[in-house]
């Protein structure tokens, strides 16, 4: 059969919109829309059976009207986002079951295969979509648009789903007894003195902290800072200067805490930041019970270069984590006696690695420790993380970088 007995064979089964028409010839032919595609179709069919060309009064029967709606769905789409700000989008559809099964038995009816051309809930994305993009100058995203909406045609609903914007920096934490993230046992944390400025500035509903890792409550982030992704939720601007806005949260924090090297982020980013498994330094004051001698401190050192370190998990969180033995490396240890009670120690371990333990050997849970190497009880007193990753590690790779029109997104 030709297309044209195919499309005699369409219109023998109802009043059917131009759209609907044409639709099952969508892959037959192209740069025509499908109602441009079914009026000409339309139009031959009336010319060879020399009939009078008549568009159907009654609404077609198997999108109930639906493509006749595409426009009023448009504005409805933009009107439901308000005052928001986007660069992309995507538009969804959810077709009633009634008229996604009208459409299949469209092409049964006529003697087609029922998956040729394109679904109905196909056409009405694209035509909503390009509708609303010429509306708003945006470009479509099909991976993570700024904003998606999706047309619930059943409920006569628009969903507006405002997706999360991602900022990574890194953070030093400057006074202790301050959690990465917010804790009822602690009147506030590096999340709760950060996310302030940001939501502010982005409109956002909630912000959430994610580090590289997190240091002790009692300890220090010092030196490079802590990679971090600070996501904002249900965003309703996308810019900021963020070179304003480090300098705002640093001015906010009382001496507290600190961020720089901030930089718009692929959303991906997130978890490449939980995930990350990064070495870091650490410099621990450390006590000891007894008097020790500096080449007894100096041997001990000497002993834990290198070493591979046995860690059963501390008795301090052994109520929140599996009770396992994991190795773990000191990559470099070095030290110095600051009296015979005292001594400050840089550690550069493996991430994972439990310095408090290291140092303590935690009832022998860890294994060798410098308390055991001295055979001397010894403590971590006070314990400053120095660096994550490394100073000149370009964490935020251009493959993380969030990109508009093939440029990266810096923010200034």
Known sequence: MTVI??????????????????????????????????????????????????????????????????????????????????????VGTRVPPLVEENDRLLRLDAGLEEDVGEQLKTEVNRE???????????????????????????????????????????????????PQTEWVKFDESVEELVAPPFMSAFRGTEAVFHGAGREDVDALMLGTGRPFVLEVKNPRRRDADLKELEAEVNASTDGKAEVENLAFARYDMVERVKELDASKTYRATVDFHEPVDEADFEAALEALDG????????????????????????????????????????????GGLY?????????GRTEPSLAGELGVDAEVSALDVISVQGVDEPFLTDEYRLERDGEPVSGE
């Not at 994991?326 to 400050?344: N, P």
């Open 307 to 350: 070493a591979t370190i046995e860690q059963r998990t501390p008795h301090r969180v052994d109520h929140r984590r599996a009770d396992l033995v994991r190795e773990r490396q000191v990559l470099s240890i070095e030290g110095e006696l600051e009296d015979e009670y005292t001594a400050t120690v840089d550690v550069h371990g493996e």
């Open 355 to 363: 310095i408090k333990e290291l140092v303590s050997s935690d009832e």
């Open 128 to 178: 909503v979509g390009r509708r609303v993009g010429a509306k708003l100058d945006a470009e479509v995203d099909f991976e993570r648009p700024d904003v998606q909406f999706t047309v619930d045609l059943e409920a006569d609903e628009i969903d507006v789903q405002r997706n999360s914007i991602a900022i990574y920096g890194r953070y030093r934490k400057l006074e202790r007894d301050i």
């Open 5 to 90: 007995d195919d499309a005699r064979e369409l219109l023998a089964t109802g009043p059917l919109c131009d759209s609907c028409l044409g639709r099952p010839f969508a892959d037959r032919s192209f740069g025509l829309t499908n109602a441009e595609r079914g009026r000409a179709l339309r139009t031959t069919v009336a010319l060879e059976d020399d009939d009078p060309f008549e568009t159907p009064d009654e609404d077609c029967w198997v999108c109930e009207g639906i493509c006749e709606r595409f426009d009023e769905l448009a504005d409805r789409v933009v009107e439901a986002l308000g005052e928001t700000e986007l660069y992309t989008y995507q």
